[in-house]
């Protein structure tokens, strides 16, 4: 496969099947976030989900659970689904798991750090679970947060209306 050029040349296998297909999210922001269900992070599901609640005019919010980090996504896309809904009642669109981080790592996550490193980043490496990558209308990286940052925080907000 070459190189995407463009977010929104990826299309990734949803969590419950189907495909998620990112050139349908043309002029609107995307704030992808790779998750974990057995994390001290795990709570950021809520602002997630209020997060895409509040913005739904204007921002996606993508999750992609990854057992890269500690162990912390054991489950199968099936006990993850089960998992976000009856614990986060989440209905943002959800990734079937993937890698996100080492020479495995999904191409969506190595395109979104090459991304970063154009932009100055100085580590643009996913290094735990809950980093996110804010995507402007037109499909440029607008910034990365790291797990710290809330969803529903400061840093995130100044970039919508």
Request: with cysteine; net charge positive; aromatic share 12%.
């Amino acid at each position: 496969m070459t190189a995407a050029t463009s977010i929104y040349n990826f299309k990734v296998e949803g969590l419950s099947g189907g495909t998620i297909d990112f050139s349908q999210y043309k002029g609107k922001k995307i704030l992808i976030v790779n998750t974990a269900s057995e994390c001290g992070y795990t709570p950021q599901y809520e602002g997630l989900e209020q997060l895409s609640k509040k913005y739904k005019d204007q921002l996606v919010v993508v999750g992609f659970p990854a057992n890269n980090f500690g162990g912390q996504e054991p489950g199968s896309n099936q006990e993850i689904g089960a998992f976000c809904k009856k614990n986060y009642g989440v209905t943002f669109p959800m990734a079937a798991k993937v890698s996100v981080a080492g020479n495995d790592a999904h191409p969506l996550f190595q395109y979104l750090a090459g991304e970063a490193k154009k932009k100055g980043v100085a580590d643009p490496v996913v290094k735990w679970n809950f980093t996110k990558f804010l995507i402007d209308e037109k499909g440029n990286l607008v910034d990365v947060f790291p797990s710290k940052v809330t969803p529903m925080g400061p840093e995130i907000a100044k970039h919508l209306k």
